[in-house]
C-alpha cells in the first residue's frame, strides 16, 4: 500500500453499502450453488433431483465470512487504489473465493469455457469438486490464491512472506479461530517484529471468528474477549472488533446492512491507520534512520458459522454452530423438505436481482470490483511466476577453492559457500533472503554479515552484532515461521534459501508436501508462472552433531521428499566446496522445484578442482579416477559413495586397500545428485540401464558409502542389475554425543569396516587375506580404545591418506 | 500439589537463603565442572591443561537459570512436602539438572559408580559429553527427566500431558525464551484452558528469559515489559516476574542474595495462589459439579545468560550475551589467561565450603534437598513405568462383527473400534485418555461420546455436544499439541491413543522422532522401567479424502517411522473390523513401542469372522484360502495386499481373474503387520526367508496393491529370493477432490488395473489374453466416464464380487 495513498474522508454512504450487500449476495449465492448444482443454476424453475449434485462436498461454514470481508475489501481497493492480496486462511472456503474471483471477471480469463453466462455459471458450479474438476478448497487452480485450503497453520507465515520487499502491498489475511489453535499459526504472530514498515508492506491479520471447527467449539471463541484482545495486544497489535449477524433468542438474525454498516467504518478506520502509521514511518525513517516498531491494526471478525445459511435443519441449530462446518443439508436430492429448504435459501439471496436474463452479473454490480490487476483475484503477487525476475547470481567459479590435489585443506565448505552468498546478497538487495532458525552463524554462513544483517524491528542492545532493522537475514527460532516466510515470498515472485540443521527440518514435513503438492498442482495450470524453486541447504548434519549427539541426528528428509514427484523434487550431496558451489549456483537458478542440499560445516578435505567439480555437478555422479586404480578395465570392486563424511571414509578406505591389496582393482564413484541412482523411468534425472552397468557394473561387488540411511539407496537400486550385488553403509540410528571417527564407527560406516566389507565380498579374499581382516578389527578397537580414554579422536583418523 | 498441603505463612529467613545460594553455587560449580574437567574435580591443586577436556561440549548458558529455579523449588517442596516435577524446557542445560540430581543423592543411586565422594566427582566430570559418557542434554540417562533437551517446543504440552489425571503433582515447567519462539510452545499456552482444576494436577510455566539464543536475542526479550505480560495474562495466565543478577554500568553484578529473596517471597506467593485456586475450585465443583476457569499463575524469569559465568573473556561480554551459549571460554587448554580465568570461575563457587575432605556434599546442604520419591531427580513421574497399572481392557471378541462370509457389510470399521473404546475408557476413567485434533467424531470414532464428553475448561454454550468440563478425550486443533500431551501422559506412566487423519500426521514427524529416539535410549538404561507404547490410529486416508482431495492425501507416516530403530516401531494394516479389533487390543498391551495402525473409516466389506482374525494378527499375514484356487499346489500368480483400500481391489481382481481365467492358479495374501515382509534379521517381526518364500513363492509373480508409497514394500522386500518378481501398486501422488473408485484408478490400485498386471506378468497370458486384458481397459474407460459424466462411481464397483 503506498503511503500517499488518497483515502476517503466520510464514512460510505447507505447506497454503497446496499451495492456492497448484494455484491455478497452474489458470491454467496455462488458459493451454494457450487457445493449444490449441476443444473439450473439461475433457479429459473423449481428444483428438482435432477438438479443437484449426486455427491456434496464442500465447506459452507466460512464461505459467508470469507466473501464479506473480500467485498469489503474491495470497497477499499477501488476507494483508495490499493494494492491487495487475499490469504485465505480458511482455504476450505473454496466456494467462496472461487465464487469472487467469478464475479470480478478473472475465472473466466483464466478459464475460458467458465463463461460469463448461465452457461458458464453451470459450468462453474458443477465442476465444483466434481471429478474431472476443481479441488473442493482454495488451491492453485484457484485464481488470487497463494495458499492451499488444507493443512491449517501457515497462512499469517505466508502473508508475511508476501510482505517482505512489497512496501506497497497490503496483504489481507483470514485466519479461521481453528487455524488459530495450530502450533505454526500461533508462532506466527511473532512476525510483526520482523516487518519494516517503509521497506516491506502491510499485514492486515483478520481473526474471523466463527466459533466452531469440525465437530467443537474454538478455544479463541470460549475465552472472555477481553483476555482475547489482551493476547492480541500482548502480540503487539491494535486489535479492531466487528460482531455481527447473530440471532437473536427469537432466532432472527441481526439485519446484515447493520453489520455491513459496522464494518465499513471499522475498515476505514484501518486503512487510515495503516496508512498514517506508514507515513510516520516513512518520515522517522528518513529522518533518524531507525524506526519505532508500529502497533499494526488488526480485525477480529466475529460472524456466525454458516452466516445466512439454513438456521435450522430437522430441528437442530446449524446456523452458528460445527453442524455448518461442511454441507448444512444433506438430503437434497431424496428428501423433499430438505429440497425446499435449499430453494429458500438460494433464492434468500435474490438472485434474479444480481444476474440479467443471460446470467450475467448486473452492470451495478460488476461496477463494484477494482479493475485489471487491482482486483485480488487477478493480482500478480498472487502468481508470482508473473513479476519473478532472474537473480543476478556472481560467477561462482571466482569463489573457488585452490585444490592443489585431492584431499588438501581442510577447508570449510558452508563458510566458503557463505561468500558466494553474501555477493549474491548484494547484487540483489530486494528479491533475495535467507531464512535460518538463528542457525546461519552456527551453519558457519556468517560471511553473509559483511553484506547485511538479521532483519529485526523489535528493541536492540548494544551487545547486538549483525542485527539491525533493514536486512536480507530473517531469523526466529521456528522452523515453521522460516519455511512460511519463504514458501510465502517464492509464492509472490522472489528467491530465497533455507539454512537449517538436518534433523530438524523434519519440523516442516508437513509444509513440505504441502508446498509440493502446491507446486505439482501447478504443473497442470497453464496461467501458473514458474517461480523461483524452494531450496534447503541442510547442515549441521547427522555425522557432526558433536555438541547435541543423539537427539540431533536424522539423515531422514531426503527419504521424505523423495515420496513426492520426482517432476519436482531434487537432492544433492556435494562432498566439498567446489561441488557445493556448483550445486547452489544450480540450485538457485531452477523453477518449481524443491532443492535439498545436504553439506557439513566442518572443515573437511577437498577432492576436487573447480574445473573437475563442475564437470561431476553436472553429470550428478562419476569415477574418480585418481583414486581408482583399474584404468578402463573392469574393476574387482566399486565403492560407491555420497555425502562429504562417507567421501572421506570411502577415500581412505581406497587408500588403506590400494597399500594393503596392491593388486585389487578398485573404482571410486562418488555421487552428488542421488536421483541419478535411479532408473530413468521413475525420474528425470536417473541414469539409464546401459549407463548405470557401466559405472557400477553388472557383477561386481559394490560397497556404497551413504549419507543417510542406508535403505535409501536401496530403494533408488533396486531394479539395476547389479542390485544384489550392491552392500550399503549408513546410518542406523547409532549416536550419541562423541567423536567425528566414533561416531561412523558406530554406524559401520568407518574405512575399516568399508575395508573388512571389501574383503568380505569380493571372491577369494576373507580366506586369503584373514590378517589383514584382523588387522582391521583391531584398528577399529585401537580407535575405539584410544576415544574413551582420551575423549578424542585418534590422530591418525584425521587424515584420508592411511600412513604408509 | 494436594490443596490441603500445609504452607509456610512467614518469608523465608535469610539464613534460609543463605543455605540455598550455598546449595546453587554447588550445582553451578557441579556443572561447570562437567563442562570443562578431566581431574582434579575439586581444585584442590592449581589447574593444569591435563586436568582438562580434549573437547569442550556443553551448554552454560541456560544453565544457572535451571539450577536457581531447582534450588527454589526444592526449598518450597520440603516446607509444604509438594510432589513436583521439572520439565526442563532448555534441556541443552543438561550439566545443570545431572548436576542437582547428583546433589540429591538420585545420581548416586541409579549409577553406582558416580560414587558420593571426589572419586564419584570425577566422573561425574568425565562423563558428561564424554566417548562411552552421558549425552550434552537432559536425556533419558538423566533421573528426573522426561523430556529430551534436543528439539525445542514440547515442553510445555509434556507438562500439561504429566498434570493430566495427576491431581496431586505441581509441574514445573522451564520454557527457555528461545522455545518460546517455536510453533509448537507457542500453541501449547492454550493448554491450561483443558486442564481441570481439581481432577488435574498444576502447571507452573517458568518462561526464562536470558534474552538470547545461540547467536541472536529473543523475540520475547525484546518487546516491552507489559507488551509481554499482556500477552500472557491474554493466555490466561496471572504472570509474576523476577528480575535480577544483571551488571550495572560498571559491570559490577547484582549480588545473587538480592535476587533470592526476590525469587523467595515470589514463589511464596506463587504457592500459596495454586493452593487458594485449588481450594476454590474444589469448594466450587463440590457444591455447583462446575468451575470457573482459574487465571493460573507463572512466573517470568528474568536472569542473565551464563550468570555467575566470565562476565567478559578477551575483551568482550560473555555473561548476559548469546556468547554465552555454550562454552565461554574455549582455548583453556592452550590459553593460559583463559585456563586461570576458569579456575577463578570454579574458585568463585568457594568448592571448599561446598564439598568436605572425601568429596561430599556439607551435611547442612544435604539437607535443603527433599526425601526420597519428593526429590524432584527421583519422582517416580518421571520414570512412570514405575507407575504404570495395567490397562483393564474389555474382551475386543465382545465387540466382534457377524461375517457370515467374507465380504459381508458394509461395515465402518472404526466406528466398530468406537465401541469397544467407549469401554475402555469407562473401564479405565483415571489413566486412559485419546488425544485428536478435533476428528474423533469425523474419524467416526463417536461411539466414545457415549462414555465421556471433550475436557474443555473455557465458556461453554448450549448448543456444544459432547462437551465438558471433566472427559476422556482431548481436542485441540493442534496435532503438536496431542502428540505433546500424549507424550507427557505416557512418560508419566498411563495409557493413551492419538487418532488423527493419516496425511496431517506427519506434523508430528519430528516430535515422534524425539520420542522414538528416547525410547531407543531407554532400553539401555535399566532403572528405566517400561511405559505404554504410543499408539497413533491413523484414519481418513488417502484413499477416502473425498471432500478434500489432493492436499489431504499422504499415506508416507509409516515410511518415515520405519527409518527408526526396529525394536521401537510397528506398523498394522488391519483390513476390517475384526482385525482392527484385534490390532488395536494387541498395542494397547505393548510397552515401549510406537504402534502405527492405519484403517479406513468409511464402510467397507468385512473379511474376517473374529476367530479367523486373531488367528490372521497373530500370524500378522496370511493365505486367504477362500479368495486363493490354489489349495497346496504352488500358484500361478501371487496377489498380496495390505490397507483395506487395497484388499478390496484385490479380492476384486481375484474374483474377476476367477470368473474370466478360472484355470490360473491364486494364491491370495493379506499383510496386516507390514514388518513380517522384512527380514528376521533387520526387524523382530521379520519373516524368516523359508516361510516368506513358502508364502510368496521364489519364482512366480507377485502383484502386491499397497496402501502407501509403492517403494515401502521394495524397501521391505529387496533381500527375499523373489524380489524381482514383486511388483507393487500404490499411492503415487495422483490424487484430487474425486471418487473412491476414481481414486484407485488414477493410482493404478484398481481390480481392473491389477487384473492387467497379473496378465502382463503371469507368462503366457498376454498373448493368448488379450481380449480379455482390452476389456479391463475398456472397463476402466467406461468407469472413468461414468464418473465424469455423473460424479459418482459406476454401480457395480462398489462391491467386490464381479458380476458373474
Redesign the interface.
Known amino acids: 500500500m503506498s503511503t500517499t495513498a488518497p483515502r476517503g474522508a466520510a464514512p460510505p454512504s447507505g447506497t454503497d453499502l446496499r451495492a456492497l450487500d448484494a455484491w455478497w449476495r452474489a458470491a454467496n449465492y455462488l458459493a451454494v450453488g457450487q457445493i449444490y448444482l ?1 443444473d439450473n443454476p439461475l433457479l429459473r424453475e423449481p428444483l428438482v433431483p435432477a438438479h443437484i ?3 456434496l ?3 459452507w461454514g466460512t464461505t459467508p465470512g470469507l466473501t464479506f470481508l473480500w467485498a469489503h475489501l474491495n470497497r477499499v481497493i477501488v476507494r483508495d487504489d490499493l494494492d491487495a492480496l487475499y490469504v485465505t486462511g480458511p482455504g476450505h472456503g473454496g466456494p467462496g473465493v472461487v465464487a469472487t474471483a467469478y464475479l470480478e471477471g478473472t475465472y473466466t480469463e483464466r478459464y475460458a469455457h467458465i463463461t460469463d453466462d448461465a452457461e458458464g455459471l453451470q459450468a462453474l458450479f458443477r465442476q465444483f ?9 482454495a ?1 492453485p487452480e484457484t485464481p488470487g490464491s497463494i495458499h ?6 501457515y497462512a499469517l507465515s505466508h502473508a508475511y512472506g508476501a510482505a517482505f520487499d512489497n512496501p506497497d502491498l497490503l496483504v489481507a489475511c483470514v485466519i479461521g479461530d ?2 488459530a ?10 512476525a510483526n ?1 520482523f516487518l519494516h514498515p517503509v521497506n516491506d508492506g502491510t499485514v492486515l491479520p483478520v481473526l474471523h471468528l466463527n466459533g466452531y ?7 479463541l471463541a ?3 474477549q477481553d ?10 497489535h491494535r486489535p479492531y472488533v466487528v460482531e455481527g449477524g447473530f440471532a437473536d433468542e427469537n432466532g432472527q438474525s441481526e439485519d446484515p446492512m447493520a453489520v455491513h454498516e459496522r464494518m465499513a467504518s471499522t475498515l476505514d478506520e484501518i486503512v487510515a491507520e495503516i496508512a498514517r502509521i506508514r507515513a510516520d514511518a516513512k518520515e522517522q525513517f528518513d529522518a533518524e534512520g531507525r524506526v519505532d516498531r508500529p502497533r499494526w491494526p488488526m480485525l477480529v471478525l466475529r460472524t456466525p458459522k454458516g452466516w445466512t445459511g439454513p438456521h435450522e435443519v430437522d430441528g437442530k ?1 446449524v446456523e ?2 460445527w453442524r455448518a462446518h ?1 454441507v448444512p443439508l444433506s438430503e437434497t436430492r431424496d428428501n423433499d423438505a430438505h429440497r425446499a429448504q435449499l430453494e429458500q435459501w438460494l433464492r434468500s439471496y435474490r438472485p434474479d436481482e444480481l444476474f440479467d436474463g443471460e446470467g450475467r452479473l448486473v452492470p451495478a454490480l460488476r461496477a463494484l470490483s477494482p479493475r485489471g490487476a487491482k482486483r485480488m483475484s487477478a493480482t500478480p503477487h498472487a502468481n508470482g511466476g508473473e513479476l519473478l525476475r532472474d537473480l543476478r547470481l556472481p560467477d561462482f567459479t571466482d569463489y573457488a577453492v585452490d585444490v592443489p590435489e585431492p584431499g588438501s585443506g581442510p577447508v570449510g565448505t558452508t563458510a566458503v559457500l557463505g561468500t558466494w552468498l553474501r555477493d549474491v546478497i548484494r547484487m540483489n538487495p530486494d528479491n533475495f533472503r535467507m531464512m535460518a532458525p ?5 551453519n558457519r554462513l556468517q560471511a553473509v554479515f559483511e553484506a547485511t544483517d ?1 532483519q ?1 524491528v ?4 548494544a ?2 552484532e ?2 539491525s532493522q533493514v536486512g536480507r537475514v530473517t ?7 522460516c519455511q512460511g516466510w519463504l514458501e510465502g515470498y517464492l509464492l509472490t515472485g522472489r528467491h530465497g534459501l533455507f539454512n537449517c540443521y538436518e ?2 527440518i ?2 516442516v ?2 509444509m513440505f ?2 508446498h509440493a ?1 502446491w507446486l ?2 501447478c504443473r497442470d495450470i497453464p496461467w501458473r508462472r514458474p517461480i523461483a524453486s524452494l531450496t534447503y541447504l541442510l547442515t549441521s548434519h547427522v555425522w557432526r552433531q ?7 541426528q ?1 539423515p ?1 528428509f531426503i ?2 521428499v523423495l ?3 520426482p517432476q519436482i523434487v531434487r537432492a544433492y550431496l556435494p562432498p566439498d566446496a567446489n561441488t557445493l558451489l556448483s550445486t547452489m549456483d544450480h540450485c538457485l537458478r531452477t523453477r518449481n522445484y524443491v532443492n535439498v542440499v545436504v553439506a557439513g560445516k566442518q572443515p573437511g578435505p577437498q577432492w576436487l578442482t573447480m574445473d573437475e567439480a563442475v564437470a561431476h555437478c553436472t553429470r550428478g555422479l562419476g569415477i574418480w579416477d585418481w583414486a581408482s586404480n583399474c584404468g578402463n578395465e573392469e574393476p574387482d570392486v566399486v565403492l560407491g559413495c555420497a555425502g562429504d563424511v562417507p567421501t572421506l571414509e570411502a577415500v581412505a578406505a581406497v587408500s588403506l586397500l590400494r597399500r594393503h591389496l596392491p593388486e585389487l582393482k578398485i573404482r571410486l564413484v562418488n555421487v552428488v545428485d542421488i536421483m541419478r541412482l535411479q532408473d530413468e523411468r521413475e525420474h528425470p534425472h536417473g541414469l539409464s540401464h546401459p549407463e548405470f552397468d557401466g559405472i557400477f557394473t553388472t557383477d561386481r561387488p559394490v560397497i556404497f558409502a551413504y549419507h543417510g ?1 542406508p ?1 535409501l539407496i ?2 533408488l537400486t ?1 531394479r539395476r542389475a547389479n ?1 544384489a550385488n550392491i552392500h550399503v553403509r549408513g546410518y542406523k ?1 547409532e549416536g ?4 567425528p571417527f ?1 561416531m561412523v564407527m558406530l554406524n559401520d560406516l568407518d574405512r575399516f569396516h568399508l575395508v573388512i566389507d571389501v574383503i568380505d565380498r569380493v571372491p577369494g579374499l576373507a580366506v586369503k587375506h584373514a590378517e589383514l581382516r584382523q588387522f582391521m578389527v583391531d584398528e577399529r578397537l585401537r580407535c575405539r580404545r584410544h ?2 580414554q ?3 579422536d585418534a590422530p591418525d583418523v584425521a587424515d584420508w591418506v592411511w600412513p604408509g
Open positions: 449441476m449434485k449426486p455427491r462436498l464442500g465447506h469438486s466434481f471429478p474431472g474438476g476443481i479441488p473442493s478448497h488451491a492451499e485450503g488444507g493443512e491449517l497453520g481453528g487455524e489453535e495450530t502450533g505454526p499459526l500461533a508462532g506466527s504472530w511473532q517484529k471447527k469440525i465437530a467443537n467449539s474454538t478455544v470460549r475465552i472472555p483476555e482475547l484482545l489482551r493476547q492480541l495486544e500482548g502480540h503487539g441449530l452458528g454452530t461442511q538463528d542457525e546461519t552463524a552456527s538479521r529485526f523489535g528493541e536492540s542492545a551487545t547486538d549483525g542485527v531469523e526466529v527460532l521456528s522452523e515453521h515461521l534433523a530438524f523434519h519440523l514435513d508437513s508436501n504441502q503438492k505439482d498442482a558433536d555438541h547435541n549427539g543423539f537427539s540431533h536424522d531422514g527419504d521424505h515420496n513426492k514427484k540411511y535403505w536401496h530403494r533396486y542390485h540410528e550419541t554425543t562423541t567423536t566414533d576415544t574413551r582420551y575423549g578424542e
